[in-house]
């Protein structure tokens, strides 16, 4: 799952204007440490507005910041694998 979230990101990077893709590349390199970040927070490591982090986590589909996090914290909570192994005898669920 963390590979779908990069690729929310990365699919509107094109798109970004050179402080968003400041924001984006932060995002990509340092995703889960980010989400537990304020908004205050992340535009201190960035060095870009407010504004500007609300207007990207737009472009990236969200209707703002919090947002955003809440909504790949959700993704990246499913990152597990549940299998049910449905062979002749066997139902266990294994996590791969």
Sequence with gaps: MFNDC??????EYQNLTKSEKKIADYLIGNLEEALQLSILELR??????EATIVRTCRKFGYT???DFCIKMS???S???????DLREGND?????
């Excluded at 499913?78 to 049910?84: I, P, T």
């Excluded at 266990?92 to 791969?96: G, R, V």
């Design 6 to 11: 990069i690729q929310t990101i990365t699919a």
């Design 74 to 76: 959700q993704k990246l």
């Design 78 to 84: 499913y990152q597990d694998d549940y299998v049910m």
């Design 44 to 49: 201190d490591k960035v060095h870009v507005s």
């Design 64 to 66: 703002g910041y919090r």
């Design 92 to 96: 266990t669920l294994e996590i791969e």
